[in-house]
């Protein structure tokens, strides 16, 4: 197991954090969903060990299935295709490589002694229609 | 100043209006026009050149305007409207209903109607001809409950509706009056070759023969009476195709000029004698001379669509070479196919025992082609017909254009750039070299150009010289064609593919170290997996693969729009026991499943919340089903009819075969998604040649198709191989889907795989049929080593803990459902509700739970 990594995304964190899972839970340039303060949210984790925390909902096709997609990289971007029509999406941004003006929310993430935690919204994503 | 919108009238809605209102709507001309369209048949414009497809293929796949209307809103379609009358004074026209359209501008596209010589009994049941889908399906309904047919003409449409009745099941014959089939494109020994042909198939022909009268029987046509011949020719379907006439009887009472010989007089610009009215097709007749192509008519709607435009079009004559398959044999003319140019010399290749006859007809100075026939292998027509037509001069050995060596097709023809490439849509060779060229929105490989300026779109004869041209271009720019699958990998599948086997890698980060860069993404990682999972066949939810799957393969269901799954298992044949339809019924029941019987004779549950995807296939499990692979690149069916065990017709047992060979290829990962047919009979029930590999049964074992499939493209299976026996059938599926496995694109069916390779069919064939590669032993062993090592990959991951993990909804949360996914009701079954935006879970559901994911 590698050392607890500090997701990509650093931001003040002013509400609390919710310990959701064990990291070796999260595959390796795969994601998992979780339920966080009521939200859907996608957990992912790349091939170099960071962890990150995006909304579960792609706003493209309105379903909630973003941590089924496909890890990989863009040139250094590490991002997640939609499992739905391939919209890729940066993973520390959340922002959609296809199209900038869309964009998924982004949680604070946090891994600690081999846990991991997410926090509040960072960037807010689009829900509904784009 | 006012700004009126005009009105245009297009009486017509076959292959020509259809194609003339496209070209309205492409060049603008519908910003000033209004545009009505009036078709007299009950379906829009379909293509009639395939109409023999009709069986097979079904109305559907023929339409031209699958939609029904035109995206353009000015454009206005009326089907199944005849028009009765044209005033050319009031300058409006008549419909059958009394509604009057007034029109600033008339088009009529009328087209031709088939000749039906007016021999006794020519009008009775049992009578037809062939010229539309309607008259299809009434030739279908009597051949139904007949045994013999005859079709009276052995031109190019009376060979083709021969076809169409041995299809059927028919005992077909043709009589014709001249000596030689296809008399106008062939001279006598091309017909000869072709009456060859023919006869193998087991038609009989009659040529030389008049009909003198249609024998009556209970009221209905029982057989045809020959002159000079004493015996009858039985016959309960008689198919009259005896030439066509053209439609102009509209003109005619309007008072426009006609031909001596018929069809609307024109001039250069399509115009009648009345300057508001055009004619185009086979109504018109330019310079007093009626075409009987597709292809002239398409030229026209062209020419009127640029009149109209005031631009400078005329049509000024057509090129009048054809290339078809009859019945599976090749036959093509062109240019000055009957040497009639004075002083002008033939050249003739024959070869009787495979059946191929090919004539060039060259100027009495030996430098260049004017015309030539190819019966038994046209495949140099796509060279020599440009060749002709541009008056090229001939190399210094004209012969090795028709030698049977491959020479041939490698002469490297430098054909001028106002050659006539594609004559179905009259695109030249500079235009498909601009189309690479350009600066803007260059065009990157062929297929390109095809979709851009239609070379190449319609027949097709054309496709591998447009290829060469597009290649010959980059290669003289010194560019080479960019075949990196991704940023990842500078390489095609099919070369990674051949990395991935001879360096032995089981695992993606092996083969990106080794071959790549980066870390992979949507498009090379299932590539990959789909590589590993074809050599090995190993579990595709393996800790090594699982992250490399696309979503459907990750749980082994399909993802529908909400984020359900369905659920599909394996019914080999369409084949289920009660007990098993029960089964499947409770499962849907208890678990409030949408569902529905597919298209490929399965049964497919929608709705599933993927956490209940285990506990679902475990009663299937336990029932007896396995995975479908309905969600993977791989073997989803082979479907069949119920063949000689039940049927009256099948001549061998299609469900039987249709088991075994889904379940020798179940599992199977391949470049695309893979489907199989097998049908008893010629009737083809089971719709074989939509298929990647299609089975038909003869009376002597099973003919082979390869190549078809459904989908945007949709594709007909050619004929692969002849009467096989069940193990030489099975021998030449293994080599043909491994040799696809191996060498086809990502993402690339099976018929453009097939067009793709160098040579097509042909190549497929000598590789598979002939092993010219000597690959046909490796490419069965490694059917054989898929086949020994097939296992249910539902099984497997219910009998693994850790696979069965990663079914939760929520990895802190994992019994609660995801609640996007909700559903409304329609015909008392489930259907997906519309989301709005993610969802905010009730304050009671649990969350921020312990580590360790409990509840």
Known sequence: MSSPQVGAVAADVTGEMVAVCRVEQVPVEGGVAALVGGRAIAIFRTFDGNVHATSNYDPWSHASVMSRGIVGSRGDVPYVASPMHKQAFDLRSGTCLDDETVRLAVHDVRVVDGVVWVGEEVTAGQGGCV | MTHLRKHLVVVGHGMVGHRFVQAAIERGLTETHDITVIGEERLPAYDRVALTSFFEVGADALSLLPEGSYDDPRVRLLTGIEVTDLDTTARSVTLAGGEVLAYDVCVLATGAAPFVPPVPGHDLPGCFVYRTIDDLEAIREAAATAKVGAVIGGGLLGLEAANALAQLGLETHVVEMAPRLMAVQVDDAGGAMLRRHIEKLGLTIHAGAMTKGVVEADGRAAGLTLADRDEPVPAEVVVFSAGIRP?????????????????VLVDE???????????????????????????????????????????????????????????????????????????????????????????????????????????????????????????????????????????????????????????????????????????????????????????????????????????????????????????????????????VAVHGHTRFDDVVAAHGRGRGCEICKPAIASILASLLNHHVLDDDAFALQDTNDRYLANIQKNGSYSVVPRIPGGEVTPEGLIVIG???????????ITGGQRIDLFGARMEDLPAIWTRLVDAGFESGHAYGKSLRTV????????????????????????????????????????????????????????????????????????????????????????????????????????????????????????????????????????????????????VGTYFDEWRATLEDPAKLARFTSFVNAPDVPDPHITFDTQRDQIVPATSTGPVLVAASIPVGAPVGGAR
């Open chain 2, 586 to 596: 409770e499962v849907a029941r208890d678990y409030g499943l949408y569902t529905k």
């Open chain 2, 639 to 786: 479907k069949s009819c119920v063949g000689s065990t039940w049927c009256r017709f099948g001549v061998q047992d299609s469900t039987s075969m249709a088991i075994a060979l889904e379940l020798r290829y179940r599992g199977l990962r391949s470049p695309h998604k893979l489907k199989g047919g097998v049908s008893g009979c010629a009737r083809e029930c089971a719709e074989a040649r939509g298929k990647d590999f299609g089975v038909i049964a003869t009376e002597k074992g099973w003919n082979l198709y390869v190549g078809g499939n459904g989908g945007a493209v949709p594709a007909h299976a050619q004929l692969l191989a002849s009467d096989l026996d069940d193990e030489t059938l099975v021998r030449y599926v293994d080599r043909f889907l491994m040799y696809y496995i191996r060498t086809a694109d990502r993402l690339q069916r099976t018929s453009t795989w097939v067009d793709s390779l160098d040579g097509g069919l042909e190549r497929v064939r000598e590789v598979v049929v002939d092993d010219v590669l000597s690959l046909g032993s490796e490419l069965e062993a490694a059917m054989a080593r898929h």
């Open chain 2, 247 to 263: 439609r102009d009887a509209l003109a005619r009472t309007a008072g426009l000029e006609v031909a001596e010989r018929g069809g």
């Open chain 2, 269 to 499: 610009q399509c115009r009648t004698s009345d300057p508001h009215v055009y004619a185009i097709g086979e109504c018109a007749a330019p310079a007093g001379k009626m075409y009987g192509l597709v292809a002239p008519g398409y030229a026209m709607a062209e020419v009127v669509a640029d009149a109209l435009l005031a631009g400078p079009g005329t049509f000024t004559g057509a090129d009048m070479s054809t290339k078809l398959k009859l019945m599976g044999v090749d036959v093509a003319s062109f240019g000055d196919a009957f040497a009639t140019t004075p002083d002008s010399l033939e050249l003739t290749y024959s070869d009787a025992v495979t059946g191929v006859y090919k004539k060039l007809v060259i100027s009495d100075d030996g430098t260049r082609l004017l015309g030539g026939i190819l019966v038994g292998d046209a495949s140099a027509y796509g060279i020599l017909r440009p060749m002709a037509a541009s008056g090229l001069p001939l190399p210094a050995n004209p012969e090795e254009l028709i030698l049977p060596a491959s020479s041939g097709s490698s002469v490297d023809v430098g054909l001028p750039d106002e050659a006539v490439i594609c004559s179905c849509n009259n695109v030249t060779k500079a235009e498909i070299t601009d189309r690479v060229a350009r600066d803007d929105d260059p065009c990157a490989d062929a297929a390109c150009v095809t979709a851009c300026s239609k070379a190449g779109a319609t027949c097709g004869s054309c496709k591998p010289l447009v290829k060469k041209i597009v290649e010959d271009w980059f290669t003289s720019v010194g560019r080479t064609v960019d075949t990196s699958m991704c940023e990842h990998f500078a390489m095609t599948r099919a070369e990674l593919y051949d990395l």
